[in-house]
């Protein structure tokens, strides 16, 4: 598993063994998949937290 | 007998019928069928009775709380209604009851409505199955999810309307799959005080209804009262114009529902509308959006559960909560942020072609089996989880109001869906559309083989 992924799961307190496979699929698919999708949608690099959501008027 | 909220309350008001016997003749169709269907996973006959008891003396007694009264609902099993457990279809619930009703029960009793039971719910409304429901269509189906109980129980005519939640499908994926009428209301328009959260920005609440006007008179009762929804249903769609989505995610679809879907838009034109091919690029990222949020924000709820017991989590939930946890944060600020350029680009396309609505398929395939995992669209081969979720997910971003209505069956006679969407607060104007295209199809989706009669 990646060092970093290894250091969330610790950090959130996930330490069992049936987590440790659900984490290097869920890194490996959400950081592959969904981030160069958003890449592609609003460019690379972090944005600012965004306030809460209004469908009449999304900021 | 048409077991509409419109005509079962027609014969109430009559006296041809009794709240009573509405709760007792649901109790004998749920012992005839649900044991094959699995629509329900609690019923209180006695306190379903005693509401229905009180609704028919305060009848006697000349009191008409409206449309819903005295009718027998269901209620998705993630929303509280005191005396029942809540238990989301997971074992990480209790089975103590909740001691209060959550905010849209409250509303709904005192529209008159009397709580028949809970519905089966997708284990902690996160999944398109449903299990262990069927489709009342072919009961080696699924009913779709997360509220396939509820759309199953309606679909069989065990209840005309039943309460259901949709963070990216939720409601309308199960009810094109069990052909019925499934209405997600502006994100924020009705309360979810009181209801599990999957994903809380992304969450809505809404009804399941055997017919538009069902889901119009549900939608006043949810949001308080009055009759803002129903009244406003019958004006027709002559001069609208409406923009088709046929592009991905819209796309692929197979192809009887492509077929059902060009002629529904036919019939949209045949009563008056413009009907005008509609791109917009935004919504390939779809996916990438809805799930860098519903991750984050499902972990955050169930962190304490996926610490001690992640072992009682079904592995495919497992793995989207564990991803909440091991994924920067980064990513779900940024999926934040394409959530609302999607919903700024629908409005943008919305104004500029000068649109009333949207049309698009509910759904690109019809009720796949319980063992499938895969969908094939040509040489396309999609997870049905991906499949049942990229059609509906576009409004669960923009927090517009979004329908499914009846258009049609495939070549095994399963239901297909027809989308309709509005701007956000034009709810009134969304069932008005669907009601309009559902007058014109009446039986084009004839009852399931567990129709109850």
């Given at each position: 598993m990646d060092d970093a992924v290894a250091r969330r799961l610790a950090a959130a307190g996930l330490v069992s063994p049936v987590l440790d496979a659900a984490a290097i699929g869920a890194d490996a698919t959400m950081r592959d998949e969904l981030d160069s999708s958003l890449d592609q949608l609003i460019g690379a690099g972090d944005v600012p937290e965004q306030p809460p959501f209004d469908p009449r008027n999304p900021s | 007998m048409n077991r509409s909220i419109a005509a079962l309350g027609a014969a109430l008001r009559s006296g041809e019928t009794t709240s009573r016997a509405l709760v007792e003749a649901f109790l004998q169709r749920r012992l005839a069928v649900d044991g094959r269907l699995g629509s329900f996973v609690s019923v209180d006959p006695d306190s379903a009775l005693a509401e229905a008891d009180r609704a028919d003396l305060q009848r006697a007694a000349g009191t008409d709380l409206g449309p819903l009264h005295g009718i027998p609902i269901g209620v998705k099993d993630i929303v509280d209604v005191a005396g029942y457990p809540t238990r989301c279809g997971s074992p990480l619930y209790s089975d103590a009851p909740a001691a209060t009703d959550a905010e849209v029960v409250t509303n709904l009793r005192r529209a008159g409505a009397v709580v028949a039971g809970k519905t089966t719910t997708h284990e902690l409304a996160c999944g398109v199955v449903s299990a262990p429901a069927s489709n009342p269509y072919d009961t080696d189906r699924v009913p779709g999810g997360s509220s396939g109980g509820s759309a199953a129980a309606v679909s069989a005519g065990l209840v005309p309307v039943a309460l259901g939640s949709d963070t990216g499908g939720s409601i309308r994926i199960p009810a094109a799959l069990c052909g019925i009428v499934g209405l997600k209301p502006t994100y924020g328009l009705v309360s979810v005080r009181g209801v599990e959260p999957l994903s809380t920005s992304l969450d809505h609440l809404g009804p399941l209804g055997s017919t538009v006007l069902d889901c119009a008179h549900a939608l006043d009762a949810l949001t308080g009262g009055g009759a803002r929804y129903a009244s406003?249903?019958?004006?027709?769609?002559?001069g609208m114009r409406l923009g088709v989505l046929t592009d991905p995610p819209f796309a692929p679809m197979q192809p009887d529902v492509e077929r059902s879907f060009h002629a529904a838009v036919s019939v949209l034109e045949e009563l008056g509308a413009t009907c005008v091919p509609l791109h917009i690029r935004e919504l390939d990222h779809t996916l990438a959006a809805e799930f860098g949020i519903i991750p984050l924000e499902a972990f955050r709820h169930h962190a304490l559960s996926l610490r001690e017991r992640p072992e009682l989590i079904d592995p495919s939930i497992r793995t989207l909560l564990v991803a909440g946890a091991v994924i920067p944060e980064s990513i779900f600020r940024r999926a934040c942020k394409a959530r609302s350029v999607i919903a700024r680009a629908i409005i943008s396309a919305m104004d500029g072609a000068q649109l009333d609505g949207l049309v698009s398929p509910a759904l690109p395939a019809t009720a796949s089996t319980k063992a499938d995992q895969d969908l094939v669209y040509g040489d396309v081969t999609e997870h049905i989880s991906v499949s049942f979720v990229r059609t509906t997910a576009p409004f669960n971003l923009s927090g517009q109001p979004a329908i499914s209505v009846p258009c049609g069956t495939d070549r095994d006679g399963l239901p297909i869906g027809l989308q309709l969407s509005t701007r956000a607060g034009e709810d009134a104007l969304v069932l008005r559309i669907a009601a309009a295209f559902e007058a014109a199809t009446r039986g084009s989706v004839p009852p399931p083989a567990l129709y109850t009669r």
């Open positions: - | 406003g249903i019958d004006g027709g769609i002559a």
